[in-house]
């Protein structure tokens, strides 16, 4: 673990690579089943591709930081608000990260570069839900 959390460093450049479907759901299966810090507060963790030039797209919704926009993929991390759900979620989707790390895949934290009703619209996400942080992953 101590080995993955110094390797670990922000990738803002991508190639336009697909990540193969295994090595995605490796990643998104690490994010699920992350430790909680607070017991049943409700998470979710989303998966956008750039099929459809989803990083283009998120341009317009959630800002732009250097090249994250070319990643292939991205990954949405929603809570529910309730006391402790920042450092709740930041637990998790760090063990999310350090498993995408492992994997050999980019990845840089993105918070709070986004209106955040622009972005739940885009994503059809329901009200009690907030978006709290984004990951390009490729």
Not at 28 to 45: D, I
Not at 106 to 131: A, H, Q, Y
Request: with cysteine; aromatic share 6%; glycine share 10%.
């Amino acid at each position: 673990m101590m080995d993955l959390i110094r390797a670990r460093h922000s990738t803002r450049r991508y190639e336009r690579k697909r990540v193969s479907p295994s090595t995605l759901e490796a990643v998104m299966t690490a994010a699920r089943e992350s430790e909680e810090l607070v017991a049943g507060l409700k998470v979710a963790f989303h998966l956008l591709d750039d099929e459809g030039g989803i990083g283009r797209q998120l341009m317009g919704v959630a800002g732009r930081y250097g090249q994250i926009i070319k990643a292939p993929h991205f990954v949405v991390a929603l809570s529910e608000e309730q006391p402790g759900y920042m450092e709740n979620l930041g637990f998790r989707m760090e063990a999310m990260i350090l498993e995408a790390t492992r994997l050999g895949l980019g990845t840089c934290w993105s918070g709070g570069m986004w209106k955040e009703s622009n972005l739940k619209k885009f994503m059809n996400i329901v009200p009690d839900m907030r978006v709290i942080a984004l990951t390009p992953l490729g």
